[in-house]
């Protein structure tokens, strides 16, 4: 019982001596210790070329820093920039001023340069005056050139025509006889339907004359029946076609006396007088006995 008396009191001083008050006021320590102090922003994020306010502020949640903090920062370097910038301003205000003494006497400079480009922008509607004259004149001979074309084709298309209404003629005097000795003409041989003993051209022969005067003819249209040229030429054309028209008479009838015999010879002239636009005369000689 002696030894159990001894030991009951020293059980609650074993058991206040295990406590975790130590413990609980270093971790209490701990807590109250300052947060350590952010960096200074650096510069370069304000330099940035597409710098913008809400977005950088919005870049800095995990700062450990209060907003009032921050505001305190960035009006400190406010006003350092705008120190540096008064520093600036104050190191170079002798420069600055003396900017306008360095101008001063650049007048006649000025004035120097002034009037060279005055005498360039003469020299340039000089320029430009000569320009217009030459291309008007440019213009000119351009309207010469084509003029001195259409001459020289309706020269030649004057020149062609003699050479046809000739050829044409040398042709309607040989019909004319009855006689035929051009090479083409006897290449094409006897058709079928051509009477015999006629005295008449063929209607082979007939048709290549009136082609040939259709061809004349819309030539003359070209160059102009109201030209000198033309004019003097209608005679001769008048006469080309007239005797075609008496060929195609003088056939026409051969082929009427023929009978049954000469009527696919009749049509073909008939055909031929279509061609000279010469119905009339047709009509005339279908009538004709």
Do not use: W
Not at 221 to 243: A, D, P
Not at 256 to 264: L, P
């Amino acid at each position: 019982m002696a030894h159990l008396s001894v030991l009951s009191p020293t059980r609650p001083v074993s058991s206040r001596s295990f406590t975790l008050a130590p413990s609980s006021s270093s971790e209490d320590g701990e807590d109250d210790a300052p947060l350590p102090f952010p960096t200074a922003l650096p510069r370069s994020d304000f330099l940035a070329p597409d710098f913008d306010p809400a977005e950088y502020l919005s870049s800095l949640a995990n700062r450990h820093q209060t907003l009032e903090d921050l505001r305190s920062d960035l009006r400190e370097r406010s006003a350092a920039i705008s120190t540096e910038l008064l520093e600036l301003v104050n190191s170079n205000y002798t420069s600055f001023l003396s900017l306008g003494d360095e101008l001063k006497g650049g007048e006649e400079k000025v004035e120097d340069v002034r009037v060279a480009l005055l005498g360039f922008r003469r020299a340039v509607e000089e320029i430009k005056g000569h320009v217009k004259e030459r291309g008007s004149e440019v213009t000119g001979l351009n309207k010469d050139l084509a003029s001195v074309r259409g001459d020289i084709e309706t020269g030649r298309k004057m020149a062609e025509l003699d050479e046809r209404i000739s050829a044409l003629e040398a042709r309607l005097a040989i019909g004319s006889t009855g006689q035929d000795s051009d090479e083409s003409d006897e290449d094409e041989g006897e058709d079928e339907d051509e009477l015999e003993g006629a005295v008449g051209s063929s209607s082979a022969k007939l048709a290549q004359l009136a082609s040939q005067y259709v061809t004349i003819d819309e030539l003359a249209n070209s160059i102009g029946r109201e030209t000198s040229f033309v004019r003097k030429m209608e005679e001769r054309l008048t006469r080309c076609r007239n005797t075609i028209l008496l060929d195609l008479g003088t056939a026409s009838k051969e082929a009427k006396k023929a009978g049954v015999r000469g009527q696919a010879k009749l049509l073909r002239l008939m055909g031929i007088y279509s061609l000279l636009d010469a119905q009339t005369d047709a009509v005339r000689a279908l009538k004709s006995n």
